[in-house]
C-alpha cells in the first residue's frame, strides 16, 4: 500500500503561481511513476502532468504545457507540481497519483493510489 498526501493548494489571482506536492508513505521502495489530474465541478478528472520514477521523462497535457513543471525528489518520496501563469479555467481539485507500470500514464486506470486532492482555485 502506498500512501499519497497532496498540499500546496490554495487562492490565487490569475497570472500567479502555485506549487503543489505530493508525498508518498508505505510501500515507496517500488518504482512508481507519478501522475497529476484535476476535476473541475461537473467535470471528468483529466490528466495534467506526469513523471517517470527516475524523473528523466515528463509528459504534459497540452492546456497546461509551458506553464507547469513537474518534478520528483525520490530522495524524499515527493513529487512537485509547479504551476505558473495561472488562469481561471485551472481551478479544480488536484489529485496526484501512482502508476507501478509506468506506461498509460494520462489514463487514471493506470493509477492505483490516490491522494485526496487539494484544491487549487484562480481567479481573474
Known amino acids: 500500500q502506498v500512501q499519497l498526501v497532496e498540499s500546496g493548494g490554495g487562492l490565487v489571482q490569475a497570472g500567479g503561481s502555485l506549487r503543489l506536492s505530493c508525498t508518498a508513505s508505505?510501500?515507496?521502495?517500488?518504482?512508481?511513476?507519478m501522475g497529476w489530474f484535476r476535476q473541475a465541478p461537473g467535470k471528468e478528472r483529466e490528466f495534467v502532468a506526469a513523471?517517470?520514477?527516475?524523473?528523466?521523462?515528463?509528459y504534459y497535457a497540452d492546456s497546461v504545457k509551458g506553464r507547469f513543471t513537474l518534478s520528483r525528489d525520490n530522495t524524499k518520496n515527493t513529487v512537485y507540481l509547479q504551476m505558473s501563469s495561472l488562469k481561471p479555467q485551472d481551478t479544480a481539485v488536484y489529485y496526484c497519483?501512482?502508476?507501478?507500470?509506468?506506461?498509460?500514464?494520462?489514463?487514471?486506470?493506470?493509477?492505483?493510489?490516490w491522494g485526496q486532492g487539494t484544491q487549487v482555485t484562480v481567479s481573474s
Open positions: 497519483a501512482a502508476n507501478p507500470l509506468g506506461s498509460g500514464l494520462p489514463s487514471t486506470y493506470a493509477y492505483d493510489y
Open positions: 508505505g510501500r515507496t521502495s517500488s518504482h512508481y511513476a
Open positions: 513523471v517517470s520514477w527516475s524523473g528523466g521523462s515528463t
